[in-house]
């Protein structure tokens, strides 16, 4: 993919925060290869290299963890990814670290264990969030109406991030059924938390502001998507 066919919104609430790393890493994009428009926008704790610098049968994690280089495509998704290892250095470093010892213990097989599992879902497709008690208890509850609704004033002192690469790659085509998973687990990313799944799903369109369709109280009544906690145990 070049740089130019990548349309990245920055004013859209799930962009916005990324725009002052995002924009001028895509403006090197469109001269250089993206691990070098990467490599010149910020420091980082890993350096980018092409795609091809990875050994044919190392795992990509281990590989990150043992050289401290992340191999990286051309695409939006490797975009994003690289916009989150600037943006989130600590983060993404803490995770690399439970992959890599996790493929250390246990090597690679057809199913990735419930840390490395938990790592990747929050990984491609995590969210943080800064709100008032109330709102953590509604999102908790999968009380959609009482979040979304009747608690709606509040979300004007909250805050979502969106961490996952996956997740930001989607939002280039947003759409009512895409579904962030909440860190709930702390401070810190332990394997013992991230076994327990701290996550709470949360439809990011729900959230105020970020689509103009869900300012009608019909918005919620969707089932696919606004799924109640019964549902999802069933």
């Not at 990509?60 to 050289?67: D, L, M, N, P």
């Not at 280089?69 to 994003?80: E, I």
């Not at 909250?158 to 687990?185: N, Y």
């Not at 013992?192 to 019909?218: D, H, R, T, Y």
Request: aromatic letters at 12%; a neutral charge.
């Amino acid at each position: 993919m070049e740089a130019g066919r990548l349309n990245v919104d920055w004013a859209a609430p799930w962009f916005a925060p990324w725009r002052a790393t995002g924009e001028p890493v895509l403006a090197a994009w469109s001269t250089q290869a993206l691990h070098d428009a990467l490599n010149g926008a910020s420091k980082a704790p890993v350096r980018f290299v092409a795609q091809t610098s990875l050994p044919p049968g190392e795992p990509y994690e281990s590989f990150i963890f043992r050289t401290r280089t992340c191999p990286t495509r051309g695409n939006a998704h490797d975009f994003f990814n690289g916009l989150a290892w600037i943006a989130f250095p600590g983060e993404k470093a803490s995770l690399n670290e439970l992959q890599a010892a996790e493929i250390a213990r246990d090597g690679i097989a057809s199913a990735r264990g419930p840390v490395r599992d938990a790592v990747t879902v929050f990984d491609e497709n995590g969210a943080f969030l800064d709100a008032p008690a109330v709102l953590w208890d509604a999102l908790r509850a999968r009380d959609w109406k009482r979040l979304f609704v009747e608690l709606r004033p509040l979300w004007n002192g909250a805050t979502v991030t969106i961490f996952g690469h996956a997740m930001l790659e989607k939002l280039l085509s947003p759409r009512k059924d895409l579904t962030a998973h909440i860190w709930c687990g702390g401070p810190a990313f332990t394997r013992e938390g991230l076994a327990a799944k701290p996550f709470a799903p949360l439809p990011l369109m729900g959230i105020p502001g970020w689509c103009q369709g869900n300012e009608g109280v019909s918005f919620y009544d969707d089932p696919l998507v606004f799924r109640s906690r019964i549902k999802e145990l069933g």
